[in-house]
């Protein structure tokens, strides 16, 4: 497959890879020895591209990262992950306290007690509150008491 080019692809102000492209329209990330002096003899310009949202390439090639924007993100998508695994949980759990609901509305014995049914509520709240904690990367997850 023929090069027809290449580009530092910055994530942050100083990080890079090399990336090459092909006549095919695809393309890698990386240089191994075997392609090294292709790219260091490239007679082309090697533009640099932003290969993160918060990399900025001005005109003249000025590479800069927005590190506050790049945290705030990272915070955010560890706040989504959270939620969505406390969802789970509440989700794998909610059909025990709806049974014995039910079994109470009914009037027939419980499978729990109540004592249990409490936990189980105790449990569903401490998830709920898990946001919060501070540190969406040092959450404590409650764990159930039957």
Do not use: C
Request: hydrophobic share 35%; proline share 4%; aromatic share 10%.
């Amino acid at each position: 497959m023929k090069t027809i080019g290449f580009q530092k692809r910055y994530t942050t102000d100083k990080d890079f890879v090399i990336v090459e492209m092909f006549e095919d329209g695809t393309s890698r990330a990386g240089i191994d020895s075997e392609n090294y002096e292709t790219y260091k003899n490239w007679p082309g310009k090697i533009p640099n591209t932003s290969g993160s949202p918060f990399v900025y390439i001005d005109e003249k090639g000025n590479v800069t990262y927005d590190s506050a924007g790049a945290a705030t993100a990272t915070t955010a998508l560890a706040w989504a992950q959270v939620r969505s695994q406390r969802d789970g949980l509440i989700t794998a759990i909610t059909w025990r306290a709806e049974r014995f609901e039910r079994q109470k509305a009914a009037n027939i014995p419980t499978a729990d007690t109540a004592a249990q049914y409490l936990g189980v509520l105790l449990y569903i709240q401490a998830l709920r509150d898990i946001t919060k904690q501070n540190d969406p990367h040092k959450i404590i997850w409650p764990v159930i008491t039957l």
